[in-house]
T-cell receptor, first 112, second 114 residues
Framework: NAGVTQTPKFRVLKTGQSMTLLCAQDMNHEYMYWYRQDPGMGLRLIHYSVGEGTTAKGEVPDGYNVSRLKKQNFLLGLESAAPSQTSVYFC???????????FGPGTRLTVL | GNSVTQMEGPVTLSEEAFLTINCTYTATGYPSLFWYVQYPGEGLQLLLKATKADDKGSNKGFEATYRKETTSFHLEKGSVQVSDSAVYFCALSDPYFGNEKLTFGTGTRLTIIP
């Protein structure tokens, strides 16, 4: 039981490049989330999903897109990376009817 | 909107000292309250939670009591260890959205010196 895994762990991009971050969970959770963590700002919700095929915007969705084609996977895309997107990205999942989130180990992204 | 305010860090304590990390919140209704811990290089883990007023959450020697009258959920531990060094986040879940909306504080970095 791996829990929540994230790929890749580290990435360096140049401004304007695109990339996709992959999150996978093996706990059969309904809900999945993408957060970014910046110094002095805690975690901020980017997008989330309440089930396969559904997505919704969080607090800071601009510049990101997401897809949840399979229940166990939640992808976060950056179409044209900007230095302001330099951050640590965390994926999380939670089961239905239980308000506890389980987090992945994070992806450190640097945009030059 | 909802918000969580935590004590500014970093906090440095000696081993076996008493720990308090303050957390206050603003929310409509009756949110659930959480403390998450982030060890170096890892994701967040749930440390403890409380779902209604006067509930006490506890785990690994840490405790926090849901105080509705003071809108607080302060984290305490009687005797800290070096292994408690981490970043601690207070959070609340929106009473209307539940799982969909967790609001986090900015985190408090705790360092315990031997």
């Amino acid at each position: 039981n791996a829990g929540v895994t994230q790929t890749p762990k580290f990435r360096v991009l140049k401004t304007g490049q695109s990339m996709t971050l992959l999150c996978a969970q093996d706990m059969n959770h309904e809900y999945m989330y993408w957060y970014r963590q910046d110094p002095g700002m805690g975690l901020r919700l980017i997008h989330y999903s309440v089930g396969e095929g559904t997505t919704a915007k969080g607090e800071v969705p601009d510049g990101y897109n997401v897809s949840r084609l399979k229940k166990q996977n939640f992808l976060l895309g950056l179409e044209s990376a900007a230095p302001s997107q330099t951050s640590v990205y965390f994926c999380a999942s939670s089961p239905l009817l239980r308000n506890e989130q389980f987090f992945g180990p994070g992806t450190r992204l640097t945009v030059l | 909107g909802n918000s969580v305010t935590q004590m500014e860090g970093p906090v440095t304590l000696s081993e076996e000292a008493f720990l308090t990390i303050n957390c206050t919140y603003t929310a409509t209704g009756y949110p659930s309250l959480f403390w998450y811990v982030q060890y170096p290089g890892e994701g967040l883990q749930l440390l403890l939670k409380a779902t209604k007023a006067d509930d006490k959450g506890s785990n690994k020697g840490f405790e926090a009591t849901y105080r509705k009258e003071t809108t607080s959920f302060h984290l305490e531990k009687g005797s800290v260890q070096v292994s408690d060094s981490a970043v601690y986040f207070c959070a609340l879940s929106d009473p209307y959205f539940g799982n969909e909306k967790l609001t986090f504080g900015t985190g408090t970095r705790l360092t315990i010196i031997p």
